[in-house]
């Protein structure tokens, strides 16, 4: 091996909640502690490891981040969950060595979430183990569902994760019968559970249904709905808590679910004592073997937690998430034996057997596919515009629960006091800025697009009928690439035209993103700001706002009005084509889409042809609207169809929706002769 090796003493090895075999290699730089494989044809859980490694096996992220060649014995053989009953219990520790192998490599290669999921592999594997094909397992918000998908008949696939036509990123419904319910959005999983429940018990039907729900879903209010309704419905709730949802959790669910949690001392002291009595000759292992199964029968009989019980749900834990044969007997006696509502909770650590990932698990929460560098980070703009714009101390942060991603994390950590990260919130977080804009402060609201729609009825009745002064940084509008149909940003100018008051921007570059903070810290009403995440090229355009500005020197009958900075790019290209064939056409940065250009829409009756494109949903659109207003010209919109668009890269996704130059200068011309 390349690196320093060493040994962890033997003996459980306890730092942060993490539970590791004994007496495993280590070496410091590579991917794991008992994970990284042996480096010899050591026994593994009675298995041989043929393990390979070159220099060529560093490949990836910084040190530490390698890939292992060693040979798949037991996933490989598993075609469905059946064949996963076929293993002996002390085999599933090496299954669980290969998932993790596999979740690195192919994530490396694709992009995805590698935190979380390598965080849940001893769960799953025992969710997998006990519960049978009939039975119903449903992921809270589902970007930990890898291992799920390479233990039910997918690993053949696993290669086309999140690719054009290959395995969605989250449970899909139509891809497997295991994906018992569709998820994307955080707090979903309970009431979906419920609801499976209730049908079965409708039905008279014997299966059953377990949720998996994350200590960060539990910040979102759904999930108390659904506790509220559960009313003595026979389900179980697994609690994978992690403390982490994206970022660290935060708020007072999250300090309550603390106090659930098992104390450090309390484990620091059980690993000892069962260290030392496990080292009494003849007698140390079956005494410990004793006391570990009175422990399972006090906490599935005795302990109690009012967290829980206060919705009558019978309360087991908490449990080593990363100990996967103390899973499977857990489960095994909820499942004949408990016939309630239960909560299981499982300690779990985000990252888990990546120390890069462990100790930074919101920067391996989500990894990206290799993509040009020299892209406009265009979150990091809005972070860093801000930054500046918080020296007025009026000027407030909001995030839910995605600190880092939207790009607030400098703004954190230099106005603290005036940041606020509400969790997994959105409808919350839109009326709290409500009431700190009616209480005299500038808030800014970052959000993802997609989770922006959660909180529709808040921005019409808590913000735009009081026309209060609070501004909403969209981010991650339009294709979003890999992540998918739960999570593309095409329908919040469709949501967002028809409210009254509201003033809707989207930038072209990052020079527009920030005249247009500038401006909004000066606007004073409800106001809406959509960007994609990343623009791969900057037009140098001045905003001006409620002018369509034209950005080319060519007269022409025929108009392409572009929403945002992917389509301006198509729009020129297209000219450019166009012009290249004798054929003139005008291009127009869309900048402000509400309110309309009145002088533009005027100059615009008089064309021939007049072409809108958005990364939007066409009904309801820039474009549909646009087209409601001209009487004389065609108009044609281009962008989405009355359909979800799914995983491929972002390029791809403006071809198949057509917005390419080449499409677009193919419908022009199909239009004049």
């Not at 064949?83 to 995805?112: F, S």
């Not at 309970?190 to 299966?207: E, N, Q, T, V, W």
């Not at 002018?547 to 389509?567: P, T």
């Amino acid at each position: 091996m390349r690196h320093n090796q060493r040994r962890v003493r033997r003996g459980n090895y306890y730092r942060n909640g993490d539970f590791r075999q004994q007496n495993q290699p280590y070496c410091k730089r590579c991917v794991q502690h008992r994970y990284s494989g042996a480096y010899d044809n050591r026994q593994s859980y009675g298995q041989k490891i043929r393990v390979e490694q070159s220099k060529s096996d560093c490949f990836g992220r910084g040190e530490g981040f390698i890939g292992i060649q060693q040979k798949l014995m037991f996933l490989e053989s598993i075609g469905d969950p059946s064949d996963l009953k076929k293993l002996d219990i002390k085999q599933l520790p090496a299954l669980c060595d290969e998932l993790r192998k596999e979740l690195i490599q192919t994530v490396e290669q694709n992009g995805g979430h590698l935190a979380s999921n390598l965080g849940v592999v001893e769960l799953t594997v025992a969710l997998h183990y006990v519960f049978d094909i009939r039975d119903k397992i449903i992921w809270d918000v589902g970007h930990q569902s890898y291992v799920h998908k390479l233990l039910t008949g997918r690993f053949k696939d696993f290669s086309t994760l999140r690719k054009k036509d290959g395995l969605s990123g989250f449970p899909d419904i139509t891809e497997s019968q295991y994906d018992a319910f569709g998820t994307g959005h955080a707090s979903t999983a309970i009431s979906a559970g419920l609801g499976l429940a209730k049908a079965r018990d409708i039905k008279h039907d014997d299966f059953s249904v377990v949720c998996v729900v994350g200590d960060g879903a539990l910040t979102g209010g759904l999930s108390y709905e659904g506790l509220n309704s559960i009313d003595g419905t026979n389900m179980l709730i697994v609690f994978n808590d992690n403390d982490m949802s994206i970022g660290k959790n935060v708020g007072s669910a999250t300090k309550n679910l603390s106090r659930v949690r098992v104390r450090k001392g309390y484990l620091k002291f059980k690993s000892g004592l069962e260290k030392t009595v496990g080292k009494i000759p003849l007698i140390g292992k079956p005494i410990v073997k004793f006391l570990k199964s009175i422990k399972r029968a006090v906490k599935l009989s005795c302990l109690r937690n009012i967290y829980f019980e206060n919705f009558d749900i019978k309360y087991v834990g908490p449990v080593k998430g990363h100990d996967v044969k103390e899973l499977v007997s857990y489960l095994k006696s909820i499942k004949e034996n408990v016939k309630k509502p239960t909560v299981l909770h499982v300690i779990t650590k985000k990252g888990f057997g990546l120390p890069e990932a462990e100790e930074n698990p919101a920067l391996y929460h989500s990894l990206a596919c290799k993509t040009d560098n020299s892209q406009i980070n265009m979150s990091e703009i809005v972070g860093r515009e801000l930054l500046n714009l918080g020296e007025d101390e009026r000027v407030v942060a909001v995030s839910a629960a995605m600190t880092q991603g939207v790009g607030l994390k400098g703004f954190a950590e230099k106005y603290p006091e005036r940041f606020f990260d509400v969790g997994i919130a959105e409808s919350h977080a839109v009326t709290f800025c409500a009431g700190l804009a009616a209480g005299g402060f500038k808030p800014f609201f970052a959000v993802y697009s997609t989770f922006m729609q959660r909180a529709y009825d808040q921005i019409l009745h808590d913000v735009a009928v009081q026309k209060l002064n609070v501004t909403m940084l969209i981010d991650h509008a339009g294709f979003v690439g890999e992540d998918g149909q739960t999570h593309q940003g095409l329908f919040d100018i469709a949501a967002l035209l028809p409210v009254p008051g509201m003033t809707l921007l989207a930038p072209a570059d990052d020079v527009e993103l920030k005249q247009m903070l500038a401006f909004a810290y000066l606007y004073g009403e409800p106001l809406a700001i959509r960007y994609p995440a990343k623009i791969c090229r900057s037009f140098g355009a001045e905003f001006r706002f409620g002018v369509w500005r034209r950005m080319n020197e060519i007269s022409s009958d025929i108009a392409l009005l572009a929403v945002g900075g992917r389509c301006l790019d198509a729009a020129l290209d297209a000219a450019e084509i166009l012009a290249s064939q004798s054929i003139a056409a005008e291009v127009y940065n869309c900048s402000t889409l509400k309110p309309f250009d009145e002088d533009c829409l005027k100059a615009l009756e008089s064309k021939r042809l007049v072409i809108t494109l958005e990364e939007g949903v066409k009904k309801g659109g820039f474009g549909e609207a646009v087209a409601a207003r001209l009487r004389k010209p065609v108009c044609i919109g281009l962008g989405v169809d009355d359909k979800f668009v799914r995983h491929a890269t972002v390029e791809q996704q403006l071809e198949e929706n057509g917005l390419t130059a080449g499409n677009i200068a193919g419908i022009v011309k199909s239009n004049l002769f």
